[in-house]
């Protein structure tokens, strides 16, 4: 079946430290792929997304591209933020979120 | 803050009980989807109802069930409540015929003794 396989955390950073989350999924077809976001205590909110091979999402700073041939979907920030300590879910799925399926998290804590 | 709405936002039962959570969409939108959130994991999908009918669902067992109303609000049902019932309990809406992206309420932290 289709899976998610993230990197696992917790991710320690400075502030200002360039920040990767590596991501990895099987799937049948050719699903749109997503990265979440859930700050503590909260539900969750898209951070980015891409629908086709080699799009590149980002939003806020964080750029994630669409690599089919390695099946990956890594986040990147070049500068990290305090308030960008979070829990990070990469998913693929459908546009409608139909049987998305979620990594395990990583999450992240950035020291000021 | 997306137009997803839930309630309650917090929840204790026993083990054996009912309970109904509730899930609002964001207005237009008229497909709500389902998801389990255990402790340190990712969401899992349970369930997702288009125009009042279930209209796909993951590994979740029958005392899971749902239901959409004409406004295209939700309900999750969950009979016989378990320990492992424990979680966050999230919904997210979208309208099919705009292709666009869910968004997901702040969820219903269940918690079951």
Known sequence: ?112 | ETGVTQSPTHLIKTRGQQVTLRCSSQSGHNTVSWYQQALGQGPQFIFQYYREEENGRGNFPPRFSGLQFPNYSSELNVNALELDDSALYLCASYRVEAKETQYFGPGTRLLVL
């Open chain 1, 1 to 112: 079946g289709d899976s998610v396989t993230q990197m696992e955390g917790p991710v320690t950073l400075s502030e200002e430290a360039f920040l990767t989350i590596n991501c990895t999924y099987t799937a049948t077809g050719y699903p749109s792929l997503f990265w979440y976001v859930q700050y503590p205590g909260e539900g969750l909110q898209l951070l980015l997304k891409a629908t086709k091979a080699d799009d590149k999402g980002s939003n806020k700073g964080f750029e994630a591209t669409y690599r089919k041939e390695t099946t990956s979907f890594h986040l990147e920030k070049g500068s990290v933020q305090v308030s960008d300590s979070a829990v990070y879910f990469c998913a693929p799925g459908n546009t409608g979120g139909f049987k998305t399926i979620f990594g395990a998290g990583t999450r992240l804590f950035v020291k000021a």
